[in-house]
Nanobody
Framework: QVQLRESGPGLVTPSQTLTLTCTVS??????????WSWIRQPPGKGLEWMGA???????YYSPSLKSRTSISRDTSKSQFSLQLSSVAPEDTAVYYC?????????????????WGQGTQVTVSS
């Protein structure tokens, strides 16, 4: 059973860089052909895909966040991380990590088969 767990600060000051880490157990982040994703949900809004890192280390970013987002991984710790720079109050959201299984087909969100429980991040001074 694959499990994902997000960790990071619950409160971030505006203009700082947010760093979140997702620890994966029960599966390898280098296994073909999974993609490891970051998704967020601001209060009262829908899910927003932020980006992903593939099994081979290739990264993908949402065009709207690309200039502020960086995703990396530490295969020795079975972790992948999100950095979001220059945060603002509108970055307040629940942040999720999830695994995408391409063989499921369908929409992007339909291919996300395992999710972390989510972590609340509030951007405030």
């Amino acid at each position: 059973q694959v499990q994902l767990r997000e960790s990071g600060p619950g409160l971030v000051t505006p203009s700082q860089t947010l760093t979140l880490t997702c620890t994966v157990s029960g599966g390898s982040i280098t296994a073909h052909y999974y993609y490891w994703s970051w998704i967020r949900q601001p209060p009262g809004k829908g899910l927003e895909w932020m980006g992903a890192i593939a099994f081979d280390g290739t990264t993908y970013y949402s065009p709207s966040l690309k200039s502020r987002t960086s995703i990396s991984r530490d295969t020795s710790k079975s972790q992948f991380s999100l950095q979001l720079s220059s945060v603002a109050p509108e970055d307040t959201a629940v942040y999720y990590c999830a695994r995408l299984e391409p063989l499921l087909g369908g929409s992007y969100y339909e291919m996300l088969d395992y999710w972390g429980q989510g972590t609340q991040v509030t951007v405030s001074s």
